[in-house]
């Protein structure tokens, strides 16, 4: 291949008409969610509380193609398909021998790949007569995804907010609030989670386990409302396999097959998002997926794949939510205060972690400093500036990229590049002056924390 061309485009039609259920393909079935009462799995019912009955039929299921609604697809079209692109600057710039190629979900209106999912969710939600949906934010990127989900299907949005982040990262709760949604400083007075939260602190600063108790207490004890989250579930990833299946169409429009994949993991759903659709044709034993590598990038600071242990665990700090079988730094571990927030997570979504375990895919580990170097340098030469989170699979492609070129050979890279960095002007700041601070692996916190998991 050694046309000019730098950006790979689909026609509208060819926006997937069904997701991609990895479950289907499977070698053995994937350890079911255990309900923290009395350790049985969790059966359909239990969930109706808190998700309509469509999102726990798509959770369970193990159908490998499950169809993508109309009016989801017709929004869809409003950033879909995205574009590939070969990154040929970069390739420059490192001088090397290998071809780079990169998925661009910033193009999506917040600007990242959660709107994919929240669309979705949205949907189906409405669909079952649901009038609200409740969730929680960090810094925000999930709340405005779910904001503008809920905008398009005429559902109101509650959305708990980490009260720092509240106060500190305004810009994406005004984007949630342009897009109608209420929001919510967390710890807050509305639910009783939250009032003994501020009992406690009236000053309390909040955290994302806090917010999460307070959007499911919420959901659970209020008429026709539901809750929805951003990760981690497998009706999440599931919903983001539109990446992968656009990505296969474009790679095979110009005879192109990854040899190895990289992508940054918070919970993990972009990067499955991207990557199933590739690791699902490994599983089927395609020869032309026999020797691709399918690598989850995360930071030092919060080392879930690199160095938690898999186990079941609860999603929360409150310990509301299903026990899941995953890697896990422990519920209670509170990572250092990276940038990239959305890497922040004490586990992995239970379908990445099960893959992880078999060896169908691996994971890396980079520090903050190397990381923003990385998108410093993609942003000179492709000129996007990416996430902060979205750096840390730059980070590995580059790496990649150079030792190619050492070896001199024509790997063809790929790397998802979930979003990007408008809003974390801050982030870059710290960085150009110097004063971001690398976390080393915190071995004491994490130790502590996992000594207090009960093993199952
Ligand atoms: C939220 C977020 C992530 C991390 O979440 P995953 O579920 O692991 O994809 C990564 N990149 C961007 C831009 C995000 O907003």
Not at 338 to 355: E, M, N, V
Not at 389 to 394: G, K, L, N, Q, R
Request: with cysteine; proline share 7%; glycine share 8%.
């Amino acid at each position: 291949m050694n046309m000019k061309m730098e950006k790979i485009l689909l026609d509208e039609e060819e926006i997937p008409k069904s997701w991609y259920n990895i479950q289907a393909d499977l070698p053995t079935p994937l350890d079911p969610p255990l309900n923290p009462q009395t350790l049985e799995p969790v059966k359909p019912e239990e969930l109706e509380a808190i998700f309509p009955r469509e999102l726990i039929r798509q959770e369970m299921s193990r159908e490998r193609w499950i169809r993508i609604p109309e009016e989801v697809r017709d929004v869809y079209r409003l950033w879909r398909p995205t574009p590939l692109y070969r990154a040929r600057r970069l390739e420059e710039k490192l001088n090397t021998p290998a071809r780079i190629y990169y998925k661009w979900e910033g193009v999506s209106p917040p600007g990242s790949h959660k709107p994919n999912t929240a669309v979705a969710q949205a949907f189906f939600n409405m669909k079952e007569g649901v009038e609200r949906l409740t969730t929680e934010t960090g810094a925000g990127q999930w709340g405005s995804a779910l904001a503008l989900g809920c905008m398009l299907f005429g559902l109101k949005c509650t959305i708990y907010m980490v009260r720092v982040s509240y106060e500190q990262k305004p810009s994406r709760r005004t984007l949630a609030q342009i897009w109608g949604a209420e929001m919510v400083p967390s710890p807050s007075n509305r639910t009783k989670f939250g009032r003994s939260m501020l009992e406690k602190d009236p000053n309390h600063p909040g955290s994302l386990g806090i917010a999460i108790s307070e959007a499911i207490e919420d959901a659970v004890t209020h008429e026709n409302t539901k809750y929805s989250l951003g990760s981690v579930l497998n009706h999440v990833l599931l919903h983001q396999t539109v990446i992968g299946l656009e990505l296969k169409k474009q790679f095979e429009s110009i005879e192109e097959y990854p040899d190895v994949m990289f992508g940054c993991v918070g919970g993990g759903s972009n990067f499955a998002g991207a990557a199933f659709p590739f690791v699902g044709d490994k599983l089927r034993g395609n020869p032309e997926a026999e020797s691709l590598k399918v690598v989850s990038c995360e930071p030092t600071a919060c080392p879930t794949l690199t160095k938690g242990i898999y186990t079941y665990d609860h999603g929360d700090t409150a310990k509301m939510t299903p026990l899941l079988k995953m890697h896990t730094l422990g519920h209670d571990f509170v990572p250092p205060p990276i940038h990239a927030g959305g890497l922040r997570y004490h586990g992995d979504a239970p379908l990445l972690c099960k893959l992880t375990n078999d060896g169908y895919m691996s994971a890396v580990a980079f520090k903050q400093n190397e990381v923003f170097e990385a998108a410093r340098i993609f942003a000179q030469t492709e000129g996007f500036v990416v996430a902060p989170e979205t750096a840390h699979c730059v980070k590995a492609a580059i790496d990649e990229a150079l030792k190619c070129k050492e070896k001199n050979e024509e790997k063809v890279i790929f790397f998802a590049n979930s979003g990007h960095g408008h809003f974390d002007m801050a982030a870059y700041e710290a960085f150009i002056e110097g004063k971001l601070q690398d976390y080393e692996y915190p071995e004491e916190k994490i130790k502590e924390s996992l000594a207090k998991l009960s093993l199952i």
